[in-house]
């Protein structure tokens, strides 16, 4: 059966989706050779993006306490002054300052005993984003980027994933799965703007590629084929209408006010207007978590931005029907100590630490796993990092053991090793 075929058949009359029928089909076309490999595995990634699929990931930089957010110890001296409350699933209480989280706890699933052995910021922050550890010899693309490259649309106007501030990039995989970088969420994108008719535009471009192939005939290849490559998406980007994404003035006063004046809640509603116009991967960074002195107060002020930014991208997304098929992802590199230190702050801790998730499939109004009661140590139902990448991918329907090959050849995982956390999808 071929791809044409495959196209005209009418499966809705047979009780058949296309991916159930894909899936149907997969074991006995390969086994007869009339569908290779690659076109199924095109078939499905294309199905995927049909999905819209997509994740927002939400990173705490500089490495959040769990005691000041998600798993509070109140009563116990290594739980400071830090209050418990209530949310809106009983039994679940998280800590005081996250009022608007607690709201959509219904929504949202804790993990409470997320847990590593990297304790030095920009190792663990490399990990936590691409899944290994920093390494001499290659620089491993980030899990956005792999995402991006497994279901991002490539014929999209928009760049497949997006970063509100800096982040790790594609590494390996190149500039094609790069993140766009906002610097200023509300803000339109710098030189989006056309300052001459879009013919005139053309005719630069035109002559950009005749001094472009001027030069790689000087042996520049690779590098013209990059700048080629960046000034295509750009010129595709510029010109679409599409682009209107970027700007958040057309949400009303009141929406805006629910998430927030700061660039966090800014980044979390340009995150769901990206992800409304098909972009797969958003990053949405707060910065101040490394809360080595005057921790509680810095906490404070953080959450004051981070809780209602998050609680209502939550909100806002299950209001559209988008929360089921968007994975929102709250975490940072580490945790911090049980005990509080002289200078009245936490410092680097990643025995034990929380992360939390909603949407993409995901069941909310749970907690995953346990600390002990003094918070020293992960007390049941532990996850690792390699386990909470298996379960995004998961989640987003991508094969974590799907391999991309390094520049001398090598092959690496998507994910190397773990397994999804189950409880999160029963």
């Known amino acids: 059966m071929t791809t044409s075929i495959l196209e ?51 990173w705490m930089e500089g490495g959040p306490s769990q005691f000041e957010t998600f798993d509070p110890k109140p009563g116990h001296e290594n739980g400071g002054p830090t209050e418990a409350i209530d949310t809106a699933v009983s039994g679940i209480r998280i800590a ?96 989006v703007t056309l300052t001459t008719d879009s013919s005139r535009f053309d005719r630069r471009l035109g002559l950009l590629g005749k ?47 629910r998430y927030g004046n700061s660039q966090f809640g800014k980044g979390c509603l340009l995150a769901r207007r990206l992800v409304e116009h098909g972009v797969t991967f958003v990053e949405v960074r707060s910065n101040g978590w490394d809360t080595h002195q005057e921790g509680f107060a810095a906490i404070t002020k953080n959450a004051g931005e981070v809780d209602p930014g998050m609680a209502t991208l939550i909100a806002d997304l299950k209001d559209r029907g988008m929360l089921d098929r968007t994975l ?27 992360a939390a998730i909603a949407g993409g499939g995901s069941r909310g109004g749970q907690v995953i796993g346990g600390s002990t009661a003094d918070g020293t140590a992960v007390k049941d139902d532990p996850v690792t990092v390699p386990d909470l990448f298996s379960t995004i991918c998961k989640s987003l329907k991508v094969d974590p053991s799907k391999e991309n090959l390094s520049p001398i050849g090598r092959p690496l995982k998507i994910v190397d090793g773990g397994a999804p956390v189950a409880k999160l999808f029963g």
């Open 328 to 354: 929102v992802v709250w975490m940072g590199e580490f945790g911090r100590t049980p005990r509080v230190n002289p200078r009245n702050g936490r410092d680097h801790y990643p025995r034990v630490f929380n």
């Open 96 to 191: 005081k300052g996250w009022e608007e989280t607690a709201k959509v706890m219904k929504d949202i699933a804790i993990i409470r005993s997320m847990n590593n052995k990297e304790g030095q910021h920009q190792r663990a922050r490399y990990q936590l984003h691409t899944g290994y550890l920093p390494s001499g010899s290659v620089r491993h693309p980030s899990l956005g980027s792999c995402i991006a490259k497994e279901i991002g649309d490539p014929k999209s106007d928009l760049p497949t994933i997006c970063s509100v501030g800096q982040s790790p990039g594609a590494g390996f995989l190149g500039v094609d799965y790069e993140p766009f970088v906002v610097d200023r969420p509300g803000d339109m994108p710098q030189n």
């Open 211 to 257: 001094l472009e192939t001027d030069f790689a005939g000087r042996g520049g290849e690779a590098a013209v084929h990059d700048h080629k490559r960046l000034y295509e998406k750009t010129a595709k980007m510029v010109l679409s209408p599409h682009v209107k994404a970027f700007d958040i003035s057309s949400e009303s006063a009141e929406l805006k006010g």
């Open 8 to 58: 005209d058949v009418t499966l809705s009359r047979r009780g058949f989706t296309r991916r159930s029928f894909l899936h149907s089909v997969s074991a006995g076309a390969l086994a007869a050779g009339s569908v290779n490999f690659h076109d199924l595995m095109s078939l499905q990634a294309e199905e995927l993006r049909k999905d819209g699929r997509a994740m927002i990931l939400l």
